[in-house]
Every structure is written in structure tokens, then in C-alpha cells.
């Protein structure tokens, strides 16, 4: 018995031996035990070396999210190290995976047996394996491409940041180098491209030199692109079609095709095809042919349809927001339409924050319900504002708003305005009529003082209009306004009434920021007559035009032009008995710089009251201004300016009588948050005593 119990103690050994670890086959070298970042996970590297066993481990995937119980995880792991350790450069030999269960602890023991003889390492990767043999612990790399340029190299160095910075990174980077590479060519549809890779060591990064060849391209030999649902009847999808710029022949291009894809898909959510999907999308590559065909085939389902918007937290009457939504319920869905919702009630002033939500998902038969959510204004604002300008030198104002009166949705706004030339005092009404934005009955008393050349003026004048926004986007003004005016003339004091009925029109055009647009016009008509008939002192009829255009040929380079034209029909024996405000005068930051603020115009002698006479500035009947400028952009936010102003106010109709007055000159733009604020010195070389001035100005010219 106890002679056998040597033999018994040895089978014992054997049944406990793993068959996947010959004690015969074991190296001597110590286990390598390592942690991984999967959680509670162990790796132990059995029959190599400490240092290759550690670079092994670096190389293994990080399995986040894998439980080690999934059925896959120890063949994908037997996989990883087996193909780690040929990147390393080691001889190929075969590797066992083993996974076991130790408490709460999971192990992973990867097993390597011995050298496979006659089965060389891939001479394809043998230049990465050598780098990695070569590899330090600290320094990162450095790329160059070779063999191609552009697009090509673009791609493939975008495919291959971000760059290793740590001689970690650096294995692992090294490692998948080749497969990333493969992905950027066939991206651009380079399918037989072959890479050759040489690394130099160099203190403290390597520079890895990736040379291409990137062989003949792929080409389509079909595109087949197909439309189910509503969308086959859709215009938009079919000129979307239309302009598809992948055609049979053309290198196949991946980017290309993923923004075909994205384009359908966007374009239904945009014009409400809430269930389409992409039935098939494919691009099918024969390797061999060196060809590839293209298959999209977008299911767009039914089209939905806007519904009722329901209003919430306003105190408006319900039927004047329902006359802010600007489509019918039932329209074609097309989110353009909910963006416009969204800004036709943040423009209405009615609201502080206006959230549209669509609800698709709450559809009944097709028909998308539509929420708006609406944050009151505050009831009542002040603003308080400081300012200069050449023309009115200092200026202080208050604003007092209140947006929303009453549930019929009337604002009124008053405002204050104190400076040595033209102190002012407004109130404005506005009630909507036929529509809360777009048509409004407007109330407007004003007083003012005004300095007019050599006279000073005192308006007071109410007016009483239909203001109405039509479909051109021309804004139409019906208005009557009434004007008392009285004013100091020479020595004598003058006062006059006046009764206008009145037209106008207006629109502006602009592109880019409204406050420094790149290209735009904005255009002003007014049309007023006054009669003794209805009670006016005199009878005139009044013509006003203003246009202001801007336009960039080039980046950075701009040209604004405007011009300014008034007209009075009046008698010639009461045009001395004009009001000043009716009158035309010249000169300013509005008109011709290089002369002070309407310091132009006819001037007549009058008696100074102490024996002798005197020129007053009394302005004209006719008034014409042009003026051109170039701007030059150092910046996006400062630009040079130099201009040509011309021009006059006048009483006659003989073009050579009048006396025309021009000036030249520049200055520097600055774009701040309110607007250019412009400092510029102008020249007015028509004076034989004029000087250079000054001229500070801040505003849009649109």
C-alpha cells in the first residue's frame, strides 16, 4: 500500500495539471499579474518574460462594458493577445485563454506555448513591430505622409489624430496605424491602397514616415437612388434628386454618400415625413472589379399636417394670437413655417421668451399639434441712454415702455430727449387692427425744439395713422398729421399751422448682421399735401425720398451710397413763410460732411433791427444730397472709411444757379455691440475759408 502511494500522489498531479498548461512545456520565467481596467478583472501572462508579458497586457483592448461571463469574451480575448504579441515581434506562438472565477475577482490567464517553427511574422507589419521593440517610456510621434497630398493627406491625417503623446499611447497608436490608414483611402474610395510604414527613433519623439500608394480608385458602376411615399410627389425631394452629385463613373466617396443619406432624412423631418426611414442603404464593393454600386431607397411614409396651436400664459385675447400664426391648420408640415411662428411672436413685442414645441409624436390622423409656450414682457421698462453726436453734440434720453396695455394687445411708448440742438418729447400709440403686427392704427404727440441755420423752431404736431406691412414687405403709412410751428426769423417772431394728409412707404433689404450688413437698401417715400381748404395757413405739397445702399464686391472691401431728395410745390410769395421743419437744409454726419449741421441752404438779407442788414440761413425748396464711401476692413471689427459728399439745398430750378457744395474725406469705423461708431474728418473743398471738421457719429447705415 504504501509502495503504491508515490504512483497514487502523481495521478493525483496529473488530474490536477490544466491540459492547457503542460508542466513540460511551463518556462521558467515568473507569472506577470497585472490589473485591468475592467472591473474586478485580474490578467495573468504565463511563459513570458516581465517586460514582454507588460507590453502585452498595454496592448489588449480595455473590454469596457464586457461582462467577462459574456460566451465571447475568452475567444476575443485568446484573439487580441495572439495578434498583440505578433505586433510586439514576437515569434508566433500559440496562445490559450483561461478564464476563472477567484471571490468577487475574475482572472484572465493567457498561456503561451512554444515558438511555431516555420511561421514567419508578417513582413507587412514588421516595421511597427520593430518600432515597438525600440520603444521607450516616455515621447510621443510624430507623422509624415508621403505619396499623396490634399484631400488624400488630409483624410488620412484626420483619420490619425489625435497623435500619441506617451510611449503608451504610442504602442497602441502604432498597433492600429495600418487599419485607420485603410479606412481614411476608402473613405475617398482608394480601396487598393498599400502603406509602407518606417519609424525613426529619435529624443523624445519617434517620427513615423507613412509612405502611400494609393493604386486606381474605385468607381461606381450604378447609383440607384428610389423615393417611396408621399415624398415620390414631393418637389423638394425630387429636385434633391435632381442634384445628386454622385453619378456612375465618379470615384466612390464615402462622405459624399453618408451627406446623401443625411440630406433625405433632414429634408423629411423638415417637410414632416415623421416615419421615414432609409429601407436600404448600401454601397455593394467588388474588390476584384475594383467597382462599387450605390443603393438608397428612403421610405418617407405619409406627409403630416400643422395643427391648432395652443397658446398657454398670455393674458392676450385668444383670437388675436391665433391672427400671429402665420400657416392655416392643415397646411403640409414644413418646420419653416414653425420657425416662423417662433419669430413672428418674438417680433410682435407681446413677449419676453416664445418657445413652439411640434408634437408629433400627439398626432391624430396625420394632423401635428403645435404648442407655444409665452413669457410675458415686464408690464412697464425704462431705458435710460447717453450719447454724442457732431450734429446734436450731447444727448440724454429715457424711454418708458409698456408693451402690453391690455388684452387687445395696445403698447405705448414715451420718450424724452435733452441736447443743446433738438431736445424732443414723444408719445407713441399703437393699436392693432386688422392683424396685431402687420396693421396697427398708430397715435403720435410730439414737442420739440429745433435749431434750423439762423432759426430756432418750437413744433408741436400730433398725427394719426394706419401703418400696414403688406405682402412685398413694403411698409404702407396712411397718416394725417397736424403741425404748429413757431420760430424766430431775423428780428420778427413767425408762427404757422398746418393740416397733412399723407402717404408713405418704406422697406428695408439687408444681408448679414442688421447692425453692419454686407449688402442691403433701404428705401423712404413720403408724399404730404396741406391746404387752406381744410384749415392750413398755406398751401404745399411735399415730396421726401432717402435711399441707402450698401454692397461688398469683395471680403473686406464695402461701398455704401445714399442719397437724400426733397421737394416743395409751394407759391413763391409763401415760401419766406415756411415753416422751418418743411423747409430743406444740407450739411452734417447725415449729409455733407465737412460742413456743420444744416448750415447749408438759401440765405436771404434782412433788416437787423439796428440799421443794417444781415444774412439768414433760411433754407430751401428743393434739397438733393448724394454721397459715396469705400470701407476697408482691418478687422471684423474696425474698418477705414473715405467718402465723397455733394450736394446743396435750393430754391431754383436752373441747375446752373445752384450753388453746389462738396467735400471729401475719412475716418475709422469701429463695429461695437450698439452699432459703428464712426469718427471721420471731412473737407468741404468747394469753401474757399472752409477748414477740416470733425464729425462723430454712431448707427447703422441701414
Do not use: C
Not at 436771404?604 to 454721397?627: F, K, M, Q
Amino acid at each position: 500500500m504504501l509502495r503504491a502511494l508515490p504512483l497514487l500522489i502523481a495521478a493525483l498531479l496529473m488530474l490536477m495539471t490544466p491540459a492547457w498548461a503542460d508542466p513540460a512545456e511551463a518556462p521558467p520565467e515568473p507569472i506577470t499579474e497585472l490589473p485591468h481596467p475592467v472591473a474586478d478583472l485580474t490578467i495573468k501572462v504565463v511563459g513570458l518574460g516581465e517586460e514582454v508579458g507588460k507590453r502585452l497586457v498595454d496592448l489588449l483592448p480595455q473590454w469596457d462594458g464586457q461582462a467577462p461571463t459574456d460566451p465571447n469574451f475568452v475567444k476575443e480575448a485568446e484573439q487580441s493577445a495572439q495578434r498583440s504579441l505578433e505586433a510586439l515581434g514576437e515569434d508566433a506562438r500559440p496562445i490559450t485563454a483561461k478564464l476563472e472565477e477567484i471571490g468577487s475577482r475574475w482572472v484572465l490567464i493567457l498561456a503561451a506555448g512554444e515558438p511555431t517553427e516555420g511561421k514567419a511574422t508578417s513582413e507587412r507589419r514588421r516595421p511597427v513591430r520593430d518600432a515597438m521593440q525600440r520603444e521607450v517610456k516616455e515621447g510621443g510621434l510624430e507623422l509624415k505622409v508621403e505619396g499623396v497630398r490634399g484631400n488624400l493627406a488630409r483624410n488620412l491625417r484626420a483619420h490619425l489624430s489625435p497623435l500619441p503623446k506617451t510611449a503608451a499611447e504610442r504602442a497602441s497608436f502604432l498597433f492600429t496605424l495600418e487599419d485607420k490608414a485603410e479606412e481614411a483611402m476608402q473613405a475617398l474610395g482608394y480601396y487598393q491602397a498599400v502603406f509602407n510604414t518606417k519609424v525613426e527613433r529619435t529624443d523624445p519623439n519617434w517620427i513615423l514616415t507613412l509612405t502611400v500608394d494609393r493604386g486606381e480608385p474605385m468607381r461606381y458602376d450604378e447609383v440607384i437612388v428610389l423615393l417611396e411615399g408621399d415624398a415620390r410627389n414631393d418637389p423638394a425631394f425630387t429636385d434633391r434628386i435632381n442634384r445628386i452629385d454622385i453619378q456612375p463613373g465618379d470615384i466612390v466617396h464615402h462622405g459624399k454618400y453618408e451627406t446623401l443619406k443625411s440630406d433625405l432624412q433632414t429634408l423629411g423631418l423638415v417637410r414632416g415625413y415623421f416615419d421615414g426611414s432609409m429601407a436600404q442603404h448600401r454601397i455593394e464593393v467588388d474588390r476584384d472589379a475594383n467597382k462599387a454600386n450605390l443603393v438608397l431607397l428612403y421610405d418617407s411614409g405619409r406627409r403630416y399636417r400643422l395643427g391648432e396651436v395652443n397658446f398657454w400664459s398670455s393674458e392676450l385675447k385668444p383670437s388675436l394670437l391665433q391672427e400671429m400664426v402665420p400657416f392655416t391648420p392643415g397646411t403640409p408640415y414644413h418646420a419653416d413655417q414653425v420657425a416662423r411662428l417662433t419669430s413672428t411672436l418674438l417680433g410682435s413685442g407681446y413677449f419676453q421668451d416664445v418657445k413652439v414645441l411640434p408634437h408629433p409624436e400627439q398626432a391624430v390622423d396625420g394632423i401635428v399639434p403645435i404648442e407655444a409656450g409665452l413669457s410675458p414682457p415686464p408690464r412697464h421698462s425704462i431705458d435710460l441712454g447717453v450719447g454724442y453726436a457732431t450734429d446734436t453734440e450731447a444727448r440724454i434720453s429715457t424711454t418708458w415702455r409698456t408693451p402690453v396695455v391690455n388684452r387687445h394687445g395696445h403698447s405705448q411708448e414715451t420718450k424724452a430727449e435733452l441736447s443743446k440742438v433738438n431736445p424732443k418729447l414723444s408719445f407713441d400709440y399703437r393699436i392693432p387692427f386688422d392683424h396685431p403686427i402687420n396693421d396697427k392704427l398708430v397715435f403720435n404727440a410730439s414737442v420739440g425744439k429745433e435749431e434750423f441755420g439762423d432759426i430756432d423752431s418750437s413744433q408741436y404736431q400730433t398725427s394719426f395713422g394706419r401703418r400696414t406691412v403688406m405682402g412685398n414687405r413694403w411698409t404702407r403709412t396712411l397718416s394725417a398729421r397736424f403741425l404748429y410751428e413757431d420760430w424766430v426769423q431775423g428780428p420778427q417772431d413767425h408762427s404757422a399751422k398746418y393740416l397733412m394728409p399723407g402717404i408713405s412707404f418704406s422697406r428695408t433689404q439687408r444681408r448679414g448682421p442688421p447692425l453692419d450688413p454686407t449688402d442691403g437698401l433701404r428705401q423712404f417715400y413720403l408724399l404730404e399735401h396741406a391746404d387752406t381748404v381744410w384749415g392750413s395757413d398755406q398751401r404745399i405739397t411735399r415730396f421726401r425720398s432717402q435711399l441707402r445702399a450698401v454692397y461688398t464686391p469683395i471680403e473686406r472691401h464695402r461701398l455704401t451710397a445714399r442719397a437724400d431728395i426733397g421737394i416743395n410745390v409751394i407759391a413763391d410769395e409763401d415760401l419766406l413763410e415756411l415753416a422751418p421743419s418743411l423747409r430743406f437744409f444740407a450739411g452734417g454726419d447725415q449729409s455733407i460732411r465737412g460742413f456743420s449741421y444744416q448750415s447749408l441752404g438759401p440765405k436771404i438779407t434782412v433788416d437787423d433791427g439796428e440799421g443794417g442788414t444781415t444774412e439768414l440761413l433760411v433754407g430751401g425748396r428743393y434739397l438733393l444730397v448724394g454721397s459715396i464711401e469705400y470701407q476697408y476692413y482691418l478687422t471684423p471689427s474696425w474698418r477705414l472709411a473715405a467718402f465723397f459728399d455733394g450736394g446743396n439745398a435750393f430754391d431754383t430750378n436752373d441747375s446752373d444757379a445752384i450753388d453746389f457744395e462738396a467735400s471729401f474725406g475719412g475716418g475709422v469705423h469701429w463695429i461695437s455691440p450698439v452699432g459703428p461708431i464712426k469718427i471721420e474728418v471731412g473737407y468741404g473743398f468747394t469753401d474757399p475759408d472752409a477748414s477740416p471738421m470733425l464729425h462723430i457719429s454712431i448707427g447703422a447705415e441701414l
